[in-house]
Nanobody, 125 residues
Framework: QVQLVESGGGLVQAGGSLRLSCAASGRTFSTGAMAWFRQAPGKEREFAAGIKWSGSRSVYADSVKGRFTISRDNAKNTVYLQMNSLKPEDTAVYYC??????????????????WGQGTQVTVSS
């Protein structure tokens, strides 16, 4: 049974920073990719950032590019999302997700095999 557990969310002022963590357990990920999605109140869940477990590639949504950085620690089976220059519009529940196949489709939610429960990020103005 694979589990993804997010942590690191909280309340921060605009311009501040937070680092989210996603710890994976139940299997070792050597192929596939991990991603962070987010869902604001009343909106659909959207892709924010993703990274191949091999570390060969990372991608970002335009809305977070230049402010967020995704990284992974294979030894800890953990993925991080460093969020800088946060804006009120970044307020959302942030979800970690995992794809296990060799072909990665970043933005399609059905392509992800496992999901975490989410962690709330609130940015005050």
């Amino acid at each position: 049974q694979v589990q993804l557990v997010e942590s690191g969310g909280g309340l921060v002022q605009a311009g501040g920073s937070l680092r989210l963590s996603c710890a994976a357990s139940g299997r070792t990920f050597s192929t596939g990719a991990m991603a962070w999605f987010r869902q604001a109140p009343g909106k659909e869940r959207e892709f924010a950032a993703g990274i191949k477990w091999s570390g060969s590639r990372s991608v970002y949504a335009d809305s977070v590019k230049g402010r967020f950085t995704i990284s992974r620690d294979n030894a800890k089976n953990t993925v991080y999302l460093q969020m800088n220059s946060l804006k009120p519009e970044d307020t959302a529940v942030y979800y970690c997700a995992a794809q296990t196949g060799p072909t990665t489709t970043w933005g399609r939610r059905p392509a992800y095999d496992y999901w975490g429960q989410g962690t709330q990020v609130t940015v005050s103005s």
